[in-house]
């Protein structure tokens, strides 16, 4: 249902003072009757510290409390809320987590009501759809749902790089490249606020790891940052303007981000043009004079010695008045234009059924069929299904901690299968499920026991992985392959907010998930019949060592609650798959250049008194990727590392097969008015109906500067063409997109001479190529 009331407030210039005018009024201005420097001047220091300072610390909760923001007050289970200032007509308005969906309390005291909230698919899947208007969409329904449950910003997209598999929160980001991550945040931003509901992109700048996340110092060469690190937030905030941006917990080359105004006003603002408030993470940041000054105007969820400090800062002038009535100014225009000061009804009555077709369908999209030897689609003569491995039956819909989601249900692969029409081995279905009910007894358990412990509940986030892997007994494996017609095996993984993966038995397979693929495909294989796996992951894994053993390999990521019938509607070829890496699939994780400076993580037990990643290395010399770590690969990560390394990879950056086959054609590039406009035609030459990404890169003179092979600049997708059916795809970037940066002159720089557009179907499959020259060199500044 959609809520009633929603007109859009103006929201300001940014600094507000150019479009506003003074109102008269008698005993107190009222927020949106008088103009916002009105309010200011009328706020005491007292009142001014408080809004920049979230309500968490007035209502009990101890200072350094879960990283993870938690309040009952307004929507219960939301994020967290801004102080109020009725006298002045100021509102709360509510943050909520949400990059895969709106996370609040399901249930609330008082009613026997329910309140779920629709699991999206992860962010990896989104960006693996390639599809812009897609994702658009999908941000659009979350933003319903945010709007029907009172949230007023919704705290997400995540978008930081996948500098290094391992990164624990990989599965809530987007991409490698920071072209392709820019463009789905811009997208999934401008379909969230077009219901009037704000977003906050996040975590900026550099969080790509989670060990000791809350004290860890990055150090980046100012290349890397330009080129990497910063470009796909650039993106984000010029293409879309985010109500919201969230600093990250980690420092930079030394200093907290929350606490850099050169980062926080001279690019972030000064550069870029953002118009909006900046939020530290839940907890961010040390010095809270440093936060305002630098331009972090809301600290959340907010202490009692943060409030003490702003006023003590301006009392004894080591803060200006002026900063802190810049950053109220900040929070006060995006409370202006909240669906809680414009009054928007609401009525915790979300159309659930409505975005479960927008998740169902949106998770068929970005799954990446991998491997197929002619097993997929399923044939019609396909009618019994085995489906082994836990997570068949324990899909894993989304990652763990914030990006989490408390959604009514989540549909299974066997349950997904089942509704397609398959008829499920019985025998297998029992004996995992036996298995499966055990586990689950023994991990509620445990669970109890953890948070008995600690007394924090968010412990339960610990044991969201996949159960440990079981292999059938023989006899079992023997008949299924007797009385089915296929076997699916489902690997499963899943990761979260605190801690890292590991390489041993997260990254590689286990040996009984080798053994489990291997004993299924052979005993299949001796009856005549194929093998399929179904990988329900969130982040990379390594996949060279077994790949050739099954027949078919679909990649399905964590598709949401609808996740079972997504993937069962690419098995059964409802859905022709169309999804494309996002990112690189290495031979071995040492590959990436990277993991030369990231945090090995041990595959053992999470220590519980670390839920968060603040583990401290108090009173010892600083430890290398822990306390510090160095970006030594530089603007080598990902797909521009294999390249520039020349190292082989088991899949490459932008790969996906279809079961249908195209051809491209007709490829033409002009270059008028600072802007590259490149087409070709797309022709659908197979037998199914299915869609393309035309993936563009280009390749550089690299005369003047170390450069990457080549770079992604932009890309597109067809529509869904019919066997025989061609399309003309256009696309664009600005020449200026062309440029690196040049550190000695601390200027971009578009080089002369000899280019080559790259027009691929992956970063290694290069259909056509048009060369252009650029003739006179191009310098700017940011």
């Known amino acids: 249902m959609a809520a009633t009331g929603l007109l859009l407030a103006s929201c300001g210039s940014g600094n507000g003072k150019s479009k506003e005018k003074d109102v008269p009024y008698t005993g107190d201005p009222k927020l949106g009757v008088q103009s916002v420097s009105q309010i200011i001047k009328a706020m005491t220091l007292e009142e001014k510290a408080k809004l920049l300072v979230g309500t968490e610390w007035g209502n009990g909760t101890p200072e350094g409390a879960s990283m993870i923001g938690e309040t009952r007050k307004i929507v219960p289970g939301a994020a967290g809320t801004t102080t109020p200032i009725p006298r002045l007509g100021i509102p709360a308005i509510v943050l909520s987590d949400g990059p895969a969906g709106v996370r609040i309390s399901p249930t609330r005291e008082g009613t026997k009501e329910t309140f779920y909230c629709t699991a999206f698919p992860i962010g990896t899947l989104l960006a693996s759809t390639w599809d812009t208007t897609l994702v658009t969409k999908v941000g659009k329904a979350i933003g319903d749902e945010a709007l029907e449950y009172g949230v007023d910003v919704l705290l997400g997209p995540g978008m930081n790089i996948h500098r290094n598999p391992l990164c624990g929160r990989n599965f809530e980001y987007f991409s490698e490249d920071p072209t392709l991550s820019g463009d789905i945040a811009a997208s999934y931003v401008d379909g969230v606020q077009s219901n009037g509901v704000g977003t906050s992109i996040k975590h900026f700048i550099a969080n790509n790891q989670e060990t000791n996340r809350t004290g860890n110092d990055t150090k980046i060469d100012e290349r890397a940052l330009k080129e990497i690190y910063y470009k796909n937030f650039e993106i984000a905030v010029k293409k879309s303007q985010p109500w919201t941006v969230m600093t990250s917990y980690n420092r930079l080359n030394g200093i907290y981000t929350s606490e850099r105004r050169d980062l926080l006003t001279d690019v972030l603002r000064g550069e870029w043009g953002f118009k909006g408030l900046v939020m530290t993470d839940w907890g961010g940041g040390k010095d809270a004079v440093a936060q305002i000054h630098a331009g972090n105007d809301l600290l959340m969820p907010g202490k009692e010695s943060q409030y ?34 414009r009054k928007v009804a609401y009525t915790n009555k979300p159309d659930l059924k409505a975005h479960a077709a927008v998740t169902r369908q949106s998770a068929s999209e970005g799954m990446v069929l991998l491997k197929n030897k002619g097993t997929l689609p399923l044939s019609g003569e396909i009618k019994d299904i085995a489906a082994f491995g836990n997570t068949s039956y324990d899909l894993i819909s989304g990652g763990t901690g914030s990006g989490d989601v408390n959604e009514a249900y989540t549909i299974s692969l066997e349950q997904g299968l089942a509704n397609a ?3 499920m081995d019985g025998n297998v279905n029992a004996f995992y499920m036996k298995h499966l009910n055990k586990l689950k007894a023994q991990r509620e358990k445990d669970i109890q026991a953890a948070i008995k412990k600690t007394g924090n509940p968010w412990v339960r986030m610990m044991f969201r992985g996949p159960f440990p892997e079981v292999i059938p007994y023989t006899a079992l494996i023997k008949k299924a392959a007797k009385e089915s017609d296929v076997a699916i095996i489902t690997i499963g993984r899943n990761s979260g907010e605190g801690k890292d993966r590991s390489e041993e038995g997260d990254f590689t397979l286990n040996d009984a998930e080798v053994s489990l693929i291997k004993t299924v495909t052979n005993a299949f294989h001796q009856a005549g019949k194929k093998a399929v796996v179904v990988l329900n992951i969130g982040g990379v894994i ?34 022709n798959p169309s999804g494309k890496l996002p990112m690189t699939f290495p031979v071995a994780w040492a590959d990436h250049e990277s993991s030369k400076n990231f945090p090995i993580v041990k595959a053992e037990k999470r220590d519980i008194s670390d839920l968060f990643g603040m583990k401290k290395n108090e009173g010892k010399q600083p430890e290398k990727n822990v306390d510090f770590t160095n970006y030594a690969e530089s603007i080598y990560v990902g797909y521009r590392c294999f390249d520039h390394f020349n190292r082989p990879v088991s899949y490459p950056f932008g790969f996906g097969l279809s079961y249908t086959t195209f051809e491209y054609s007709d490829f033409a590039l002009s270059n008028k008015k600072g802007e590259i406009t490149l087409t070709c035609t797309v022709k659908n030459t197979g037998k199914y109906a299915g869609k393309e990404v035309v993936e563009l890169f280009v390749a550089a003179p690299g005369k003047d500067m170390a450069k990457p092979a080549r770079e992604l600049r932009t890309f597109a997708k067809t529509k869904d063409l019919q066997p025989g059916e061609a399309e003309t795809v256009t696309m664009k970037f600005p020449v200026n997109d062309l440029a690196s940066y040049n550190t000695a002159d601390h200027q971009w720089q578009v080089e002369k001479g000899a280019y080559k557009a790259l027009f691929c179907a992956s970063e290694k499959d290069i259909r056509g190529t048009v060369d252009f020259n650029i003739k006179k060199e191009i310098t700017f500044k940011d």
């Open 308 to 341: 003490k400090a702003i006023i003590e800062g301006v009392k004894d002038s080591t803060l200006s008045i002026e900063d802190v009535n810049t950053d109220v100014r900040r929070i006060l225009e995006v409370i202006l234009k909240s669906p809680k000061f």
């Open 421 to 423: 029409g398959y008829k």
């Open 542 to 575: 390594e996949t060279a060592s077994w790949k050739e053993i099954p027949d078919a390999i679909l990649l399905a990521w964590q598709g949401g609650q609808e996740c079972g019938n997504s993937i069962a509607d690419i098995l059964k070829g409802n859905v």
